[in-house]
């Protein structure tokens, strides 16, 4: 899954720890969701979602299966 | 419940598991040689506290952290219950078959806890860096810190064996073990400060 978090978050000039802190999640954890290693859950999606002040299908696309 | 960072909670795993360790070899042998049930109970069990201590790290760590590092605490400890369950039943398969003694077969069980804290912190950071964890190492304790907490260890075990034994190739491979453990932490170290300098360059 693609998604736009590193752009959105570059946009604010947030660091990863000061988003990871945002959403209570670990550094990694932003890391993993940039990075497109790793899907997060539906709350977690909303989250970012809501930080941002964009829809969830503005954020993340479905990727290629 | 405070969330510990990763740095904190690998200090208080090691600074328990070195306790562990000089309880387990100059406090515990004391069991054989005490006279009163209590007393020898009170030394046998000497080594449990340190244990319990770091299940009660490893639980906080699993209920504080977020998603994905529960994820990967639960391929960790998923790995780790397959291999403690093969090294079980192997060792209980043996002993029932008298394969090894009595001495040994209470040591498989001993060795049952070192081995599921290993093979769980393997796995969990070979989840983890899948998952891009090696991109944020930085929040980990440096390897040349880890090898050389180990170096300590051995040379602990050492100085056990010479000193209890006086069992010179008992000695010889716990002084050989601490030594790689040294020249890995030495060597780690270099590298790192290596990878700083070129950072900033």
Known sequence: MKNQVRELREQRGWSQGELAEQLDVSRQTVNAIETGKYDPSLPLAFRIAKLFRHSIESIFEPGKD | ?201
């Open chain 2, 1 to 201: 419940m405070v969330r510990l960072s990763q740095q904190a909670h690998q200090r208080r795993v090691m600074i328990a598991m070195a306790i562990y360790v000089v309880v387990f070899l100059w406090v515990w042998p004391l069991a054989r040689s005490a006279d009163a049930l209590w007393l020898k109970a009170a030394y046998a069990l000497a080594p449990v506290p340190p244990v319990v201590y770091v299940i009660w790290l490893m639980a906080r760590r699993v209920l504080g952290g977020d998603e994905l590092e529960q994820r990967t605490h639960l391929i960790g400890l998923g790995v780790a219950a397959a291999a403690v369950s093969v090294y079980g039943i192997v060792s209980g398969f043996l002993a029932s078959a008298h394969v090894f003694g009595a001495e040994w077969s209470a040591a498989a069980l001993v060795w049952i806890f070192p081995l599921l804290v290993v093979v769980y912190a393997s796995a969990r950071a070979y989840a983890a860096r899948r998952y891009g964890g090696g991109a944020c190492e930085e929040d980990d304790i440096s390897r040349a810190t880890r090898f050389l907490y180990l170096a300590v260890v051995f040379a602990a075990i050492a100085a056990y064996v010479y000193w209890r034994k006086g069992d010179a190739d008992g000695t010889g491979l716990a002084v050989g073990m601490a030594v790689g453990m040294l020249a890995s932490a030495v060597f780690f170290a270099i590298r790192q400060r290596r990878r700083r300098r070129s950072a900033q360059e």
